[in-house]
């Protein structure tokens, strides 16, 4: 099966098959800016610039009185004690990332190639770009658990492939795509954060 490219004016090429013009590029011609506050500033609700509502009406996740939270989600030792601390690492042992150290938060920790995992393993082709794996910090138990993300690739622990989440202790060796790596927690039953 041959699959022709074309080439765009821009020099990319791409499936025509699959793209009605260069994804690179993008779509022209498209009016993409930020929106506007309404005219009518009867209606207006402080930080919803974007929606007008009738009078006296209270946005969706605004409580009377209250002004709503913009932003990200903050995590739980975030929000307890002001910053997203360590809580675990992991060490590459074998790969091209042989000898780098990866830090570990509470909660998720998303890996992956792309640069926005929390864990990115940039040059093993064979790690999917994004969530081939989960490893979860729970605060409340101070328990660690492995779990298989949505990649295509497989997620073994100690030579063991895995398909649910799986408690993990220390030391334990995790193998995503063509790499090694081993856990090292820092809290757990002797430490941890307050």
Not at 107 to 115: A, M, Q, V
Request: glycine share 10%; with cysteine; net charge negative.
């Amino acid at each position: 099966m041959t699959i022709s490219m074309k080439r765009c004016p821009a020099g990319h090429y791409y499936d025509p098959t699959k793209h009605s013009s260069c994804p690179y590029c993008g779509v022209g011609a498209i009016d993409i800016t930020a929106t506007k506050p309404s005219k009518n500033q009867d209606n207006y609700v402080p930080g919803d610039e974007d929606v007008t509502l009738p009078r006296g009406a209270i946005p969706r996740g605004m409580q009377e009185g209250k002004e709503r939270e913009h932003g990200k989600t903050i995590g739980y030792y975030h929000k307890k004690i002001g910053i997203d601390p360590v809580v675990g690492w992991l060490v590459c042992t074998e790969g091209v990332d042989r000898g780098r150290d990866y830090r570990l938060h509470s909660e998720k920790n998303f890996i992956g190639r792309s640069e926005n995992m929390d864990v990115c393993i940039r040059g093993d082709e064979t790690i999917s770009r994004e969530n081939h794996a989960i490893i979860s910090f729970n605060p409340k138990n101070n328990t660690f658990k492995l779990q298989p993300g949505d990649g295509r690739g497989l997620v073994y622990l100690n030579e063991e492939d895995i398909d649910v989440p799986t408690h993990i202790k220390a030391y334990d060796v995790i193998e995503v795509g063509q790499t090694k790596l081993i856990f090292v927690p820092f809290c757990g039953e002797i430490f941890k954060w307050e």
